[in-house]
């Protein structure tokens, strides 16, 4: 106990962890305020440090006025001390504080000699608050100090402390592994800017409102995730005799790091995907979802997220087109090395035949192509083999899980070729075939629109639209075109909407991307009667455009039409 209190000591005299709201039973004080009970669903109690105190009245204040919301704690305390001396009394004293959601907002103050204790303190008050019948735990990351965004006073004061503050949310990253009700509130990201403390890591009034945003946020979208490993049917509206549809998969507010799997719903789930997405992530990624005989599919999702889905068109049934599998084509991690930057791997069609289940030599394949593990920024660039290109059909960030839609017709001898710019693992997933009667026509991309050179290195403003023009590009029995969107440079976070441009611009997105990101994604898209396609831009961001191919009047497109979207229920 020695250490414990050498270093509540410190924390206060160092960090100015504020005075203790404690009676003096040594006991949390009774509410301050007195609210009539709400339902579960709306009911929050918080218990903090001093930095989550410096928004006690800020969070209420960030929920609407029917929703009970309760903040408690005391400064320098130690998780196990919350749990103690404030979640276990308000449970004897004030059970109807206790709802679905509880927020923890400690760690502060982190028994750094004993690492263990830290973990096991995170294990117990999540069980305490699992058995009384919690729902939700929340638990606000730790602000990791950058020198740039404070004082030089703030930055030798926070010098004993700094340094642990990224090992606890490590701790923190490894427990959403033990308890599928935790959910991680990153103020470790939303915190990394200027003007939001008055020391380094305490709460003024601008950081206090961004503080209780995220707390409300994060509470808002839980509550309409799907669970982990469950799969929701869905249903593409008119899609009488289609065999398959153009979706777009959108997963916002994922607990942690996961993937789609998409699948007729009278088939087992795949255990290929479609979709990948790391915590916290909004991203958007098209597929070609197989559908039975009553228009439907389904997607089983890997871990918890709020999941939205856009329909962009439909293949008839008997018309040049076959949905295949998933099966998979090849992964270099089982294949025993990654993908090196400039090096080729090359794929054959017949070494993927049996399994898939089809005859015959397809005119070009549909296939999704997953970067992982990738050690730097780069692309994957997708052909017949012998043909060189210089476009890009994924891009990847480094480690992260990046895939996309690919069609790529195979060369005269069946193959086709990926080559990689940096070293990554690449995984191959085979989705359907063409052949002649599809009308499938895929050449080397051709690119129909980049703001870096068509605007003298311009982005394209927040709200606006590019008109691109897609008529002389098609042949005359195009039923649509398949285009290749990229988004480089965001300068916030947003999205690209694509649409015949005499349509009303849909509530949908076909690409998400971050501040500063380069992200891609395919799409099956058909330009108006005038040939005219439209791409919307939700936030300022250079707008990359190739054609990749087009397709015939096998696919019947329409404007995209939202038929999920879990944050609405």
């Known amino acids: 106990m020695r250490a414990t209190r050498v270093l509540a000591t410190i924390a206060v005299a160092a960090l100015g962890l504020g005075v203790s709201t404690a009676g003096a039973s040594g006991q949390a004080s009774e509410p301050e305020r007195i609210i009539q009970a709400a339902p579960r669903s709306q009911r929050v109690a918080v218990f903090a440090d001093s930095v989550g105190l410096g928004a006690r009245s800020a969070i209420p204040a960030a929920f609407p006025a029917d929703w009970e919301v309760n903040v408690d704690g005391q400064p320098a305390r130690f998780v196990e001390q919350l749990e103690n001396d404030f979640v276990k009394y308000r449970l004897a004293v004030s059970p109807q504080w206790f709802g679905d959601h509880v927020v923890i907002a400690g760690g502060y103050n ?3 000699w004993d690492p263990e204790r830290f973990d096991r303190s995170i294990d117990s008050i999540i069980g305490t608050l699992t058995a009384a019948g919690v729902k939700h735990v929340y638990w606000v990351t730790l602000r990791e100090i950058d020198p740039q965004y404070i004082s030089g006073a703030a930055w030798r004061q926070v010098q004993p402390y700094y340094w642990y503050f990224p090992t606890v949310n490590d701790h923190l990253e490894r427990a959403l592994d033990r308890h599928a009700n935790l959910t991680l509130i990153d103020w470790a990201a939303a915190a990394n800017r200027p003007g939001i403390t008055y020391d380094a890591i305490h709460l003024n009034t601008t950081g206090a409102a961004l503080y209780s945003s995220l707390i409300k946020s994060a509470v808002d979208s839980t509550a309409t995730t799907v669970a982990d490993g469950s799969t929701t049917r869905i249903r593409v509206p008119d899609a009488d005799g289609a065999v398959a549809a153009t979706v777009n998969l959108t997963t916002t507010h994922p607990r942690r790091s996961g993937h789609l799997g998409v699948h007729r719903c009278d088939e087992p789930a795949p255990t290929t995907s479609v979709h990948n997405y790391s915590r916290g ?7 070609l979802a197989p559908l039975d005989a009553n228009g439907e599919f389904c997607v089983t999702t890997l871990t918890q997220t709020n999941l939205v889905v856009d329909v962009t068109g439909t293949f008839a049934s008997d018309a040049g087109f076959s949905a295949v599998g998933p099966t998979r084509w090849h992964d270099t991690r089982t294949a025993g090395a990654p993908l090196g930057g400039g090096e080729t791997l090359r794929l054959d069609i017949d070494d993927v035949r049996s399994s898939a289940g089809f005859t015959g030599d397809p005119d070009a394949v549909a296939i999704n192509v997953t970067s992982v593990a990738g050690t730097d920024f780069g692309h994957i660039t997708v052909t017949p083999c012998g043909v060189d290109a210089d476009h890009s059909n994924v891009n990847f960030v480094g480690a992260a899980a990046t895939p996309n839609l690919v069609v790529v017709a195979p060369d005269a001898d069946g193959e086709i070729c990926l080559r990689s710019t940096t070293t990554t693992h690449v995984v191959v997933d085979l989705f ?3 052949d002649e009667a599809s009308g499938v026509v895929v050449d080397l991309p051709r690119r129909l629109f980049d703001s870096r050179d068509d605007l003298d290195g311009a982005k394209v403003a927040a709200g606006s639209t590019v008109e691109i023009d897609l008529g002389p590009e098609l042949g005359e029995t195009a039923g649509g075109a398949i285009v290749n969107l990229t988004g480089v440079g965001a300068e916030a976070a947003g999205h690209f909407t694509a649409y015949p441009c005499t349509a009303d611009r849909p509530t949908a997105s076909n690409l998400n991307l971050g501040v ?5 994604n395919a799409a099956f898209l058909t330009p108006d009667a005038d040939g005219l396609l439209c791409v919307s831009t939700h936030a300022s961001s250079h707008v990359v455009v190739d054609l990749l ?7 019947e497109g ?7 979207d ?4």
């Open 549 to 555: 191919g087009e397709v015939g009047d096998v696919f």
């Open 558 to 564: 329409r404007t995209a039409q939202r038929v999920l």
């Open 281 to 287: 992530q909004v991203v958007a990624h098209t597929a």
């Open 516 to 520: 500063g990101e380069v992200v891609a």
């Open 432 to 434: 359907g075939v063409f």
């Open 110 to 112: 982190y028994p750094y």
């Open 566 to 569: 879990t944050r609405q229920r």
